[in-house]
């Protein structure tokens, strides 16, 4: 697997490793969704709800497809065995990310503002200096606004090892020092 691959598997699996105590449990997703809620100020109840869905959902699909030692968790090791088969996952990192894009754009109009995005990204875990640069990446609109699609379609590049040269992978890049 390339270094790039390889740290992009480690961020997300950070991230998804939402109480950081270096395993992903059904509790981080918990943990996720209600982060994701309680930033989702401008949403609907509809709209928190499929991101509660689909985060249970994602978690069900990793922990039958990835936990090989059947401890109910899955270890880095284990998730890092998944990485390269990205389409075992596609369905529910879809369906995630058209909710969370969803979340982005309460009005509907098919924009998400910069602080709608920073709000959310940070609220996953994301450090918000990487929140700017990625958004900046989707290259906003004069009046800082990005696509709600470009970020959909973002969220899967960022899950598809093949893909390179991506919005998401500012995201890895850590702050400079
Ligand atoms: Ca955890
Ligand atoms: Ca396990």
Do not use: C
């Amino acid at each position: 697997m390339r270094d790039e691959a390889v740290n992009r598997a480690r961020g997300i699996f950070t991230v998804l490793d939402a109480d950081g105590n270096g395993v992903l449990e059904e509790a981080d997703f918990h943990l996720l969704s209600s982060r994701l809620e309680a930033a989702a100020v401008h949403s609907t109840p509809a709209q928190r709800e499929a991101v509660r869905v689909s985060l249970r959902d994602w978690w069900t699909a990793l922990v039958a497809g990835l936990d090989q030692d059947g401890d109910g968790r899955v270890d880095f090791e284990e998730y890092r065995g998944g990485v390269l088969s990205p389409q075992r996952f596609g369905a529910t990192v879809a369906a995630f990310a058209r909710a969370l894009a969803a979340l982005g754009d309460p009005e509907g109009d098919g924009t998400v503002t910069r602080e709608r995005f920073t709000a959310l990204m940070t609220a996953i875990g994301f450090a918000p200096d990487r929140v700017a640069a990625v958004f900046d990446a989707f290259g906003p609109s004069a009046d800082d606004r990005i696509e709600a699609t470009a970020w959909q379609a973002g969220v899967l590049d960022y899950f598809d090892p093949a893909k390179t040269d991506i919005p998401g992978d500012h995201l890895a890049i850590p702050p400079a020092s």
